[in-house]
């Protein structure tokens, strides 16, 4: 018996005994990774695939026993995996890859974008304890933050690797002012720093004015809110390419607003 046979039996051997046992997977259907001598060739996000120059052929059926010892076909997670068998440098293994949309790749990329797009500093002027009442407060976010956050998932598929860039791309200020007024501050862009001499020559649509002072709440404080609105599209290699919902990440603040009064003399 040849070597690659003699792999081929034992692989068929370890997954009779992996669809016989009443244990869950290790691995979920938009992963990748090992699960004891069963790899699975889900979403990488490895800057290089191991997967990546295989020469793919489906396994030969191994039987033992007087029976069939392999099954090539699996359902997990609501996906269909199928049994491959890679040939790399002279040497065979053998890998699940999963039956995966572009739709199952893009829901999975939207997550990895998400822990890795920055919670971007917040600044108001005047400063968060010092607001005055029906005096403009602006907000803004450093300008040289705002840039794109992009990730490239991975899937090998007997046709080939299969690429898809995910991209999360900052595009608006949506500000909560939290005085109960029901109002949300929409500005495009991160908005204008404020400077003594600027902010009398230039104007920002990232600015709100409050009515009433924050001694109207208990704690003295409103509880507003400012958020970034992260744009996410995709592109394969394939030259598909789609939209996925918006994130909104941000940081909540407390801000006291004062009410000044001015006392004429004589």
């Not at 699960?35 to 997967?51: C, K, M, P, R, T």
């Not at 862009?189 to 709440?217: A, H, N």
């Not at 992260?230 to 919902?245: D, F, I, K, Q, Y």
Request: include cysteine; aromatic fraction near 8%; proline fraction near 8%.
């Amino acid at each position: 018996m040849t070597r690659l046979m003699s792999r081929l039996m034992t692989f068929g051997f370890v997954i009779l005994t992996l669809l016989t046992t009443p244990r869950v997977p290790l691995v979920i259907a938009s992963e990748a990774g090992i699960d004891g001598e069963h790899i699975f060739a889900g979403v990488s996000y490895s800057s290089q695939h191991s997967l990546s120059s295989c020469d793919w052929s489906l396994p030969i059926p191994t039987y033992g026993l007087g029976g069939r010892t392999g099954a090539t076909t699996r359902e997990w997670n609501d996906t269909t995996w199928i049994l491959h068998q890679c040939t790399r440098d002279g040497d065979s293994i053998l890998v699940w890859i999963p039956e995966v949309s572009t739709e199952t790749i893009a829901e999975s990329s939207r997550d990895v974008v998400r822990e890795r797009v920055p919670l971007l500093d917040q600044t108001f002027s005047p400063p968060a304890s010092r607001g005055v009442v029906k005096t403009p407060t602006w907000f803004w976010v450093h300008p040289a933050l705002w840039v794109p956050v992009s990730v490239t998932a991975q899937v090998p598929t007997p046709r080939g690797m299969v690429t898809m860039t995910t991209t999360a791309t900052p595009k608006s200020l949506e500000f909560h002012p939290g005085d109960g007024s029901g109002e949300v501050v929409e500005c495009e862009g991160p908005g204008v720093p404020w400077t003594p001499l600027l902010s009398r020559v230039l104007s920002t649509d990232c600015v709100y004015e409050y009515p009433v002072p924050s001694s109207i709440r208990d704690t003295g404080v409103f509880r507003a809110r400012l958020d970034v609105v992260w744009s996410v599209t995709w592109r394969t290699n394939l030259g598909a390419s789609g939209r996925l919902p918006d994130l909104r990440l941000g940081t909540s603040h407390q801000l006291r607003v004062r009410e000044l009064q001015a006392v004429i003399t004589r």
